[in-house]
């Protein structure tokens, strides 16, 4: 019986490093991670082992800093967008380049001190900017853009209660509960022409100040409200995923020990997590 090769891809994940903009009067610092894959057309390094065509994954990470040192003042999306390009004119065998990237700004230091050659920063947990586009060789580009691994909370207010049980349910009525959510805002432009800076800057403002004004009535009910406000706040948006877990704090029993615990203690362990995602379609 014959066979046949199908679609074979390979690439490389996981490349960190830091671009640092000193163009402005306020330097700016980044830590990215690129993950690149590329969907080629040469089975023969499959079938035969013959790798006269087979480009090595080290030119891949190399490609990924060298155009970093252009773009250390970019958005993700147009250095991603430069980066594709790169990989489908470097061979005639990439049928299209997948890359994501995150990035995570450092928080400069408050300082009396005059701008100078050396400037400081500190690398605050904070979430991330992302872009994903996928760039065939021959057909439109896919972008997606995003923020990745935002945490908001909430000290009380949220409620779940007319749920639906079965016989192994065990969750009780809540009217006034703390509400911990952990997540990724992501969406796709209705067209190519968008500052993605500017619309990053709304879409988070957005997030932020829908869940500040916002009664939780269970995860789902949230995600949808932070989703359908990005819609609101970016015109040029045509859709949103919002996807995440609701991070379950309970208050911790301290009467072993004669403690009180008026809403002041409550767990942090994550490593049970309820998932829930949501896709938003402007119409």
Same mark, same amino acid.
């Given at each position: ?8 891809a390979?690439?490389?994940c ?5 671009l ?14 690129a993950?690149?894959r590329? %969907?080629?057309?040469? *089975? ?11 480009v *090595?994954? !080290?030119?891949?990470s190399?490609?990924? %800093?060298a155009?970093?040192a252009?773009? +250390? ?30 990035? !995570?700004?450092?928080?400069?230091? *408050? ?5 100078s ?5 500190s690398a ?9 586009l996928? %760039?065939?060789r ?6 997606? !853009? ?13 409620? @779940?209660t007319? @749920? ?8 009780q009525?809540? +009217? ?5 959510a952990?997540f990724n805002? +992501?969406?796709r ?13 709304r879409?988070? &403002?957005?997030?932020?100040?829908? @869940? ?5 009535? !269970?995860? &789902? ?29 309970? %208050? ?14 409550y767990?942090?362990?994550?490593? &049970? ?10 119409i």
């Amino acid at each position: 019986m014959g066979h046949s090769i199908g679609d074979h891809a390979y690439g490389e994940c996981g490349i960190e490093f830091l671009l640092v903009d000193r163009s402005g009067p306020q330097q700016r610092v980044r830590r990215f991670r690129a993950d690149v894959r590329l %969907l080629m057309d040469h *089975p023969e390094v499959y079938r035969d082992g013959d790798n006269t065509r087979l480009v *090595p994954v !080290s030119s891949i990470s190399n490609s990924v %800093l060298a155009l970093g040192a252009r773009h +250390t003042a970019s958005e993700p999306e147009t250095y991603a967008l430069a980066l594709a390009e790169r990989f489908l004119t470097a061979t005639t065998r990439v049928r299209s380049a997948d890359v994501r990237l995150t990035a !995570s700004g450092f928080t400069p230091l *408050p300082s009396d001190r005059p701008a100078s050659v050396a400037q400081h920063f500190s690398a605050l947990p904070r979430h991330q900017d992302h872009a994903h586009l996928t %760039l065939p060789r021959h057909g439109e580009p896919v972008l997606r !853009s995003g923020l990745l691994n935002m945490e908001l909370f909430a000290t009380g207010g949220a409620t @779940f209660t007319g @749920f639906a049980r079965d016989a192994y349910t065990t969750t009780q009525t809540f +009217t006034d509960r703390v509400f911990g959510a952990r997540f990724n805002v +992501t969406w796709r432009h209705s067209g190519t022409d968008t500052d993605h800076g500017q619309s990053r800057a709304r879409a988070e &403002q957005a997030v932020v100040e829908a @869940f500040s004004e916002h009664t939780s009535r !269970s995860s &789902q009910h949230t995600f949808h409200h932070l989703g359908a406000a990005v819609l609101d706040a970016c015109p040029e948006v045509a859709e949103v995923r919002v996807e995440g877990t609701h991070l379950t704090r309970g %208050l911790v029993d301290l009467t072993p020990f004669g403690v009180g615990n008026e809403g002041c203690v409550y767990t942090a362990a994550d490593h &049970q997590q309820s998932t829930v995602t949501v896709d938003i379609h402007r119409i």
